[in-house]
């Protein structure tokens, strides 16, 4: 499967983005869907996670009432909703593909990635 990432952009401090990630190339209802964001000189970290049928979510604790996913498996996409930014959100984020739903949060259980979009936010 195919990822492009796209949404990313320059925000303040408070506002929000919307982040799309679109798939091709394959079964979409076959992969479970992550967002990941990286800042330079830092590890990879995961963001939030949707399941197949986009009704099992997770989140990592940074984002928990502030970060929505989404999925529309209709149009190959999942969203990741970003409220009330933060400077350190500043990242390029990054959307990416598996089977299954364990370990979500792990890079390395991941087979596809998009390319990155870049989220800057100002204070």
């Known amino acids: 499967v195919q990822l492009q990432a796209s949404g990313g952009g320059l925000v303040q401090a408070g506002g929000s983005l919307t982040l799309s990630c679109v798939a091709s190339?394959?079964?979409?209802?076959?992969?479970?869907i992550g967002w990941f964001r990286q800042v330079p000189g830092k590890e990879r970290e995961s963001v939030a996670m949707v399941n197949w049928s986009g009704r099992q979510f997770q989140y990592a604790e940074f984002v928990k009432g502030r970060f929505t996913i989404s999925r529309d498996n209709a149009k190959n996409t999942v969203d990741l909703r970003m409220n009330s930014l933060k400077p350190e959100d500043t990242a390029t984020y990054y959307c990416?593909?598996?089977?299954?739903?364990?370990?979500?949060?792990?890079?390395?259980?991941?087979?596809?990635w998009g390319q990155g979009t870049l989220v800057t936010v100002s204070s």
């Open positions: 190339g394959d079964t979409f209802t076959d992969y479970v």
């Open positions: 990416a593909a598996k089977s299954y739903t364990r370990n979500w949060y792990s890079t390395t259980h991941y087979d596809y």
